[in-house]
């Protein structure tokens, strides 16, 4: 939280909030943009209480229209991402995943496999506009966030400057078989570990931090363990692990940023981590700055956003609707879309791989039902697509991902509903634009999630 309140350029008093909100706030002003900081209570990490956190600010400050988790993870290195110490981790989507893999949300299965069942949604658009705005500066060398921390040591006391500065410490890799000799309590980190020991990595040219944009893991638990951290950068491609962006509800909208302040095992020490948490709180000013404050102000709340998604749940037929129900039956009025639910993969993706023609069955019964709201969607049967997905589904056994394209021969002057539902798929992070096809068509790619949150539906009418 220090890290962060550095970098407001303005402080501003404190503002009453709801009696069960027990987070301490800073309230200040980044460039035109008015920021709550809030954070973790001292001592706590994890799930639940960045949970509770994020909760009791939206009770307190219903207005807020985006999140940035800002703070610091364990590096993940992966050769071609040369990740070191002091360098920032951006969750970025990739086709498949939303940014943040929740890694320990699932279930073993027999045989060692680990079966993922949890994972975050896409940031919003406005922030990975903001976050392409950026790449493309810093490939051109305008890094702003370097120059906020060069501005950053002058603004502060002298022990505020150490804390954050960067540390004289080595940036050690020690190689992943080689575990942490202990010392004393009274000694350096490190101290009786064999340098000899450490990865040989090319020196780089400067110390200044690199960004890296992609896959964040996210659990429970401390990373400790060289050998679960390099298997989740080889299995999830992660950057990164952390232990609070999970804590967030699916569809916060929110973008995480991390300082990488250790490797993630047992040689784990505290010695970057003021450095790191200031590398990541640069960033996040600098992402506020390009960050269009009319369009932030065109958006809806965080708290609309989830709300209308409980409504959504809401809408679900309960108790178990007969089989031939079908979603048309939900009352999507107020949203101006479809809304089905909010997932609980870990209920239905269990079944699913029991019974492998029951999903078929399933996801065939969802398509056709698809189809019988939007009739002006079809779903995309080219051979290639269905052969992605099903190595996809068989290789995560998790998740699905369906293109729905509109047709090829789309109705006229696309627009009044047909615009409204469109929308309400992006607001509800329920998928996005792939791309433009001929004529102007747009191609959508639906959310996993989305998918999930069908097949939920679908599972109330089993049994
Ligand atoms: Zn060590």
Request: proline share 5%; charged share 20%; hydrophobic share 40%.
């Amino acid at each position: 939280m220090a890290a962060a309140q550095a970098f407001l350029d303005e402080i501003h008093e404190d503002l009453p909030v709801q009696v069960n909100d027990h987070n301490a706030y800073t309230l200040g002003s980044i460039g035109k943009h008015h920021v709550v900081i809030a954070c973790l209570p001292y001592g706590e990490y994890g799930i639940a209480p960045a949970t509770a956190v994020a909760t009791q600010l939206l009770s307190s400050f219903p207005s807020i229209k985006l999140g940035l988790m800002v703070g610091l993870g364990g590096g993940v290195p992966r050769e071609e991402a040369g990740i070191r110490l002091g360098d920032v981790v951006v969750s970025k989507p990739t086709s498949i995943h939303g940014g943040v893999i929740q890694y320990d949300l699932g279930k073993a299965l027999t045989g060692g496999e680990f079966q993922r069942t949890g994972m975050l949604n896409r940031p919003p658009q406005i922030l990975l506009t903001a976050m392409s705005k950026l790449q493309a500066n810093h490939l051109i060398g305008r890094k702003r966030f370097v120059r906020l921390l060069a501005e950053l040591e002058h603004k502060l006391s002298a022990q505020a400057r150490g804390t954050f500065a960067r540390p004289s410490q080595e940036d050690r890799l020690y190689a992943a078989d080689y575990d942490h000799v202990p010392t004393g309590l009274s000694s350096k980190p490190c101290e009786a570990c064999d340098v000899d020991r450490c990865v040989s990595r090319a020196d780089r040219s400067d110390s200044v931090p690199v960004v890296h944009y992609g896959l964040i893991a996210s659990a429970d638990q401390v990373v400790r363990d060289s050998r679960l951290r390099d298997r989740l950068g080889q299995e999830l491609g992660v950057y990164c692990v952390e232990m609070e962006a999970a804590g967030l509800m699916n569809n916060y909208p929110c973008l995480v940023i991390r300082g990488v302040c250790d490797y993630a095992d047992s040689h784990k020490n505290k010695d970057w981590q003021g450095y790191a948490a200031a590398t990541a709180a640069a960033y996040a000013k600098e992402l506020l700055l390009v960050t269009s404050v009319s369009h932030v102000d065109q958006i809806r709340t965080v708290r609309d956003t989830l709300s209308s998604d409980l409504l959504g749940a809401a809408a679900v037929p309960s108790p178990r609707p007969s089989r031939s129900t079908t979603p048309v039956a939900i009352d999507h009025s107020d949203l101006g879309g479809v809304y089905l639910g909010t997932i609980r993969g870990a209920e239905i993706i269990p079944r699913l791989i029991q019974n492998p023609e029951y999903w078929r069955a399933e996801i065939n019964t969802l398509l056709t039902q698809l189809l019988a709201i939007h009739p002006q969607w079809w779903v995309e049967a080219r051979p290639k697509t269905a052969e992605m997905m099903n190595a996809f589904f068989a290789r995560n056994r998790l998740t699905f991902r369906v293109n729905i394209v509109q047709r090829k021969t789309p109705r006229p002057n696309y627009s009044g509903h047909n615009r409204q539902y469109l929308n309400s798929l992006f607001h509800h992070n329920m998928g996005w634009i792939n791309g433009w096809e001929n004529a102007g068509v747009p191609e959508i790619n639906m959310g996993i999630l989305n998918l999930w949150a069908i097949l939920e539906f679908l599972d109330r009418d089993v049994e």
